[in-house]
């Protein structure tokens, strides 16, 4: 990979982490529901996807204007692997080690949730019993449920990716 492409994504992505890592934390301390919240999911979702075309616009000046379709999709998708990893990790500490009271709490909080959704919905009570079962037997914060969040996230945003890097990537006239 090219030296000023590293150099780029490794700033991006740390920066990209920080802000994540900053927004997990203001959320714990102001109000725990707060990651329950769809607002605050898709809120972080623009976000991400911001930074990412950010990026991939900073690669592309980086290269006076031209980029290759390749170079789009990794000044993309490297940094926010990079930013989510470190989220991962201070979010894997905090609900593990650091406040384990949290993530029995938003636990709680979710099959709280999904109960009065499925009941909204009319759902059979075999339904509701079954979906709470999988819930209280999942850990969302252990290193399996936020390595399989992890990866889901990684996959939506590699296809974003994909159409970001087609839409930005243009040929040096001069290399033809």
Do not use: H, R
């Amino acid at each position: 990979m090219e030296n000023q492409l590293k150099t780029l994504t490794t700033k991006n992505g740390t920066y990209l982490g920080l802000f994540l890592i900053a927004c997990t934390v203001i959320a714990y301390s102001v109000n725990l529901e707060l990651f329950l919240k769809p607002w605050f999911g898709i809120v972080l979702f623009f976000f991400v996807l911001g930074f990412g075309i950010y990026s991939t616009m900073g690669y592309k000046k980086q290269l006076n204007g031209f980029i290759s379709f390749k170079q789009g999709f990794s000044s993309f998708i490297l940094p926010i692997i990079i930013g989510m990893l470190l989220s991962s990790v201070v979010s894997f500490l905090l609900f593990n080690f650091i406040d384990t009271e949290a993530a029995t709490f938003l636990k709680e909080k979710t099959i709280e949730m999904t109960v009065n959704m499925m009941e909204g919905f009319g759902a059979p009570e075999a339904s509701i019993n079954e979906a709470v079962t999988k819930l209280e037997n999942q850990n969302q914060f252990g290193i399996a449920g936020i390595l399989k969040s992890l990866a889901f996230q990684i996959v939506f945003y590699a296809v974003v990716g994909l159409i970001v890097a087609l839409s930005f990537k243009k040929k040096d006239p001069n290399l033809e």
